[in-house]
């Protein structure tokens, strides 16, 4: 009955992305980038006799912990065929240029007809799934046809249904994986318990990502100009909920910082929005120079990309996103050794990285315009509680780098 209720609830869910689709434009993405699907797909996957690894991602934060396992792998078999797959639009429509790999597209609806068509097609020698993917029909098909499987920079937690006497049905298919590499050691007891015992605790491989991001930012010739060697506030992906708590705080800081801000959208009404509640001088990126940077107190980034190198001009960091239950990648700024600051809410608790941060004292929730105004001050006013906590926050990212390579050592083994 539950396995009925399983495929029941995706067709139903497929279904009313068709409908939704006609007024919803993520929806329409996500309806339309399936149309012919198989047929791009056989047309433009090159064909090789060379090996072909499929790397599937949920969505964006997925491919993101993916990334540096393709980018490893590639560096080291440089032959290897790379297929990547999408679920979401918010995945596939931020990277479907990505060149590290050969073909990137939707991962197929689940059925049985069409998973079998797209191994037929694909027939890749390894399959990896990314943190928390598992689709059952994709899973049993590969363990029947002999391929291995294995799931990356996982994680798992009591509620899931894999741990529930009613998820025997969806626990099964987690047998056929070859190997986990787990997060942490919770997830690593939690599989134990059903019996399953493949498994490393690598960790996390964005600290590797974010590490490499670092080693590779890049020289933004107006942003330097414009710190002028002042002490520079980066406020990444921020959100007007982020703006109301952070404005008191930054307009009482008056002229003894700088302010960076990158926003999470670029509206004109919403950049507008900025400009008018910072009571100093401001400059978009777009409008900014060479010769007149220095001159401004806030530079707001108008543009999309650049944001994980800002954080290099800054001593200080503020990500955005904690108010609205969404929060941003706090680890690009912790690898550049600055303090890290967050909107405080419940939701965040998920992030395994936060209480990482805030154990290691690299990182401060913000819960209130006057939490803003004290932690601000503090960190701009000494230095050395500033720079300490910056060091904290860097070396808590270094300690938890390595498990890319402990992964593609794996992959490298099973593909020669």
Not at 56 to 74: C, D, M, N, T, Y
Not at 263 to 283: A, C, D, R, W, Y
Not at 294 to 318: C, K, P, Q, T, W
Request: charged share 25%.
């Amino acid at each position: 009955m539950i396995y009925f209720l399983y495929k029941a609830g995706a067709w139903l869910y497929f279904a009313l992305i068709r409908i939704v689709a006609v007024v919803n434009p993520k929806a329409a993405l996500f309806y339309k980038g399936r149309k012919n699907l198989f047929r791009n797909l056989e047309d433009n996957l090159p064909a090789s006799s060379e090996p072909l690894v499929w790397f599937h991602a949920a969505s964006l934060g997925e491919f993101e912990q993916g990334r540096p396992v393709i980018e490893e792998l590639k560096r080291r078999l440089p032959n290897v065929r790379i297929l990547l797959t999408f679920f979401s639009p918010s995945g596939f429509e931020v990277r479907k240029g990505y060149a590290m790999v050969d073909y990137i597209c939707y991962l197929p609806i689940e059925s049985a007809e069409n998973v079998k068509r797209f191994y037929d097609l694909t027939n890749p020698k390894l399959a990896v799934f990314v943190k928390y993917e598992f689709w059952k029909e994709y899973i049993d098909q590969a363990h029947s046809r002999n391929i291995p499987l294995l799931s990356i920079s996982s994680i798992f937690w009591e509620a899931q249904i894999y741990f529930k006497s009613y998820g025997k049905f969806l626990k099964e298919s987690l047998y056929y994986f070859d190997h986990f590499f787990v997060q942490n050691e919770t997830s690593k007891r939690l599989l134990e318990s059903i019996n399953i015992d493949r498994i490393t605790v690598a960790g996390d491989t964005r600290f590797d990502r974010v590490t490499t991001i670092r080693q590779q930012a890049k020289d933004i010739e107006i942003a330097r100009v414009f710190k002028d060697d002042e002490l520079v506030i980066v406020l990444g992906s921020v959100w007007e909920s982020d703006m109301k708590v952070l404005f008191p705080a930054l307009n009482a800081l008056g002229k003894k910082v700088k302010v960076i801000i990158a926003p999470h959208q670029i509206e004109p009404g919403f950049l507008t929005k900025i400009e008018m509640k910072f009571n100093h001088s401001s400059v978009r990126f777009s409008k900014a120079t060479a010769e007149n940077a220095a001159n401004y107190r806030l530079l707001v980034i108008d543009n999309i990309g650049m944001l994980s190198s800002l954080y290099g001009y800054g001593e200080i960091a503020f990500v955005g996103g904690g108010f609205r239950g969404g929060l941003h990648n706090t680890l690009e700024p912790a690898a550049f050794g600055i303090p890290v600051l967050w909107g405080d809410s419940e939701t965040n608790a998920r992030f395994a990285e936060i209480a990482g941060l805030v154990d290691s004292g690299g990182g401060l929730p913000i819960g209130s315009s006057t939490d803003a105004a004290k932690v601000l001050a503090d960190l701009v006013e000494n230095a050395e509680t500033r720079k300490a906590k910056g060091k904290a926050a860097g070396d808590y990212v270094q300690s938890k780098t390595g498990a890319t390579d402990t992964i593609v050592d794996y992959l490298t083994k099973q593909l020669k």
